[in-house]
C-alpha cells in the first residue's frame, strides 16, 4: 500500500483561487444553487459554504436521484428541509425536471422582483450560482437549464477550471464554478466516500486502500448487492472476497495466483460505474 496515499487530500490551486473569486462576486449573485449527490448527500455537500454564500437564497439541487436509494436517501433530503432548505430531487437526463428549479428560483425571489417594480424598475434576470463538489454534476445540471451543451460534462473530477457566465433563456444567468472542496479533509470517511465516486482524483488515493473501503462499506450497507455481484457465497473473510472476485472476473497472473492491481480496479470501477444497484452511502447519525 502507498503510505503517502492512506491519507486522503485534494485542494488544487484552481480551487483556492474558486473560492476568492466567489467571495469577489457573491455580491452580484441572488441565489445559490447548491449541487450534492443522492448517492452521498452528506458527504458531497460543500463544508464551510455559508461564510463564502452569506445570506443568499439556496437551493439544493439534488442530482443523480435515479441512481440512488431513494429510501435512505429522502430520509437525509428530509432532514435538510427541517433544517430551512429548499430541496429539489432531479433525473437531470429526464425531460422537465429542471423546469422546477426554475419557479422555485422565482418564488424564492419574488421578493426581490417586487422590491424593483415597487421603485419604478422592471424585473431582471436572476443570477444563479452554481457550487458543489467534484463531479455532482454541476455541468450536467447547466447543460439541462440551457437545453443544450454548453459546458463539457464527463465522470471525472476537474473538468471545470474557471468561473463562468453563462446566459440562458428563461430569465436567468447561471454563473458556473469549478468542482470545490475544503483546505483540509479532516473527516477521512468522508474523503473516501467522496473517492469512491469520482470526486476525488483516483491518482490521489491508493487503490488498495479504496477497494477494500468499498467492501467494506459493502459489507456494512448492503451486503446482499456484493454477494450478488461477484457471486459471492459469504463475506466472512475479506482474502477470500477479493480471492473470489479475482477467480470470478478473470483477475489473474500466470499459474492462478491473483493479480491484486486488477482485481482492486475491478471493484472501484463497479462502484463508479454504479453495478452494485441503486445505493447511497451516507447516513443520519442516530441521535
Not at 460543500?46 to 435515479?66: E, Q
Not at 482474502?239 to 470470478?248: C, F, M, P, Q
Amino acid at each position: 500500500m502507498n503510505e503517502n496515499k492512506t491519507n486522503i487530500n485534494s485542494y488544487p490551486g484552481h480551487m483556492a483561487k474558486a473560492r476568492r473569486e466567489i467571495k469577489e462576486k457573491i455580491d452580484l449573485i441572488d441565489i445559490v444553487y447548491e449541487v450534492i449527490d443522492a448517492r452521498m448527500p452528506l458527504s458531497s455537500k460543500v463544508k464551510d459554504i455559508d461564510s463564502l454564500l452569506k445570506d443568499k437564497p439556496r437551493i439544493l439541487v439534488v442530482t443523480k436521484y435515479d441512481l440512488c436509494d431513494k429510501e435512505e436517501t429522502d430520509k437525509i433530503l428530509k432532514n435538510y428541509e427541517e433544517q430551512g432548505y429548499s430541496v429539489i430531487p432531479v433525473m437531470l437526463n429526464q425531460s422537465g425536471t429542471t423546469d422546477k428549479i426554475i419557479k422555485e428560483s422565482n418564488r424564492l425571489l419574488e421578493p426581490m422582483q417586487q422590491l424593483r417594480i415597487k421603485k419604478g424598475l422592471k424585473p431582471r434576470s436572476i443570477r444563479a450560482l452554481v457550487i458543489g463538489t467534484p463531479n455532482v454534476g454541476k455541468s450536467t445540471l447547466i447543460n439541462s437549464l440551457v437545453n443544450k451543451k454548453v459546458v463539457s460534462t464527463g465522470n471525472r473530477p476537474g473538468v471545470t477550471r474557471n468561473l463562468s457566465w453563462i446566459r440562458i433563456g428563461q430569465g436567468i444567468e447561471l454563473l458556473d464554478s469549478p468542482g470545490i472542496l475544503w483546505p483540509k479533509l479532516d473527516d477521512q470517511y468522508q474523503a473516501k466516500i467522496l473517492a469512491c465516486l469520482s470526486s476525488i482524483k483516483e491518482e490521489l488515493v491508493d487503490p488498495e486502500m479504496l477497494a477494500m473501503f468499498v467492501i467494506d462499506l459493502l459489507k456494512r450497507l448492503y451486503p446482499e448487492r456484493l454477494k450478488e455481484r461477484y457471486k459471492l457465497v459469504n463475506l466472512d473473510n475479506e482474502e477470500n472476497i477479493l480471492e473470489e472476485i479475482a477467480k470470478r472476473r478473470g483477475a489473474l497472473k500466470k499459474g492462478g495466483i491473483m493479480d491484486y492491481d486488477k482485481t482492486y480496479q475491478i471493484i472501484l470501477r463497479d462502484m463508479k460505474e454504479n453495478n452494485f444497484g441503486l445505493i447511497t452511502v451516507d447516513r443520519l447519525k442516530e441521535e
